[in-house]
Nanobody, 122 residues
Framework: QVQLVESGGGLVQAGGSLRVSCTAS????????MAWYRQSPGNAREMIAG?????????NYADSVKGRFTISRDNAKKTVYLQMNSLKSEDSGEYFC??????????????WGQGTQVTVSS
């Protein structure tokens, strides 16, 4: 059974930093593409960062977070991270970890975490 467990959300002031983590079980992990999604009230869930599986570990970001957020992975710990810097109030929302069977984060993920709330106060 695959499980993705997020942690690290919370309340932070605008301009601050926060790191959220997602630990996986039931996956090989190193070959799985991983992604972070964000959903704020009244908006659709959107992918904000993705990282490929395998040796390349290529990353891609939504324009709204490019240059401020960094996705990374530690395959030994089966954990993916999202480092968020220069946070803005519009970054507030529920952050979801997602995993793909494939090595590239394209299309709908195959597995989802339960989400962790990030609130940025202005």
């Amino acid at each position: 059974q695959v499980q993705l467990v997020e942690s690290g959300g919370g309340l932070v002031q605008a301009g601050g930093s926060l790191r959220v983590s997602c630990t996986a079980s039931g996956l090989i992990f190193s070959v799985n593409a991983m992604a972070w999604y964000r959903q704020s009230p009244g908006n659709a869930r959107e992918m904000i960062a993705g990282i490929t599986g395998g040796r390349a570990e290529l990353t891609n970001y939504a324009d709204s977070v490019k240059g401020r957020f960094t996705i990374s992975r530690d395959n030994a710990k089966k954990t993916v991270y999202l480092q968020m810097n220069s946070l803005k109030s519009e970054d507030s929302g529920e952050y979801f970890c997602a995993a793909h069977h494939s090595t590239v984060p394209l299309g709908n993920p195959d597995y989802w975490g339960q989400g962790t709330q990030v609130t940025v106060s202005s």
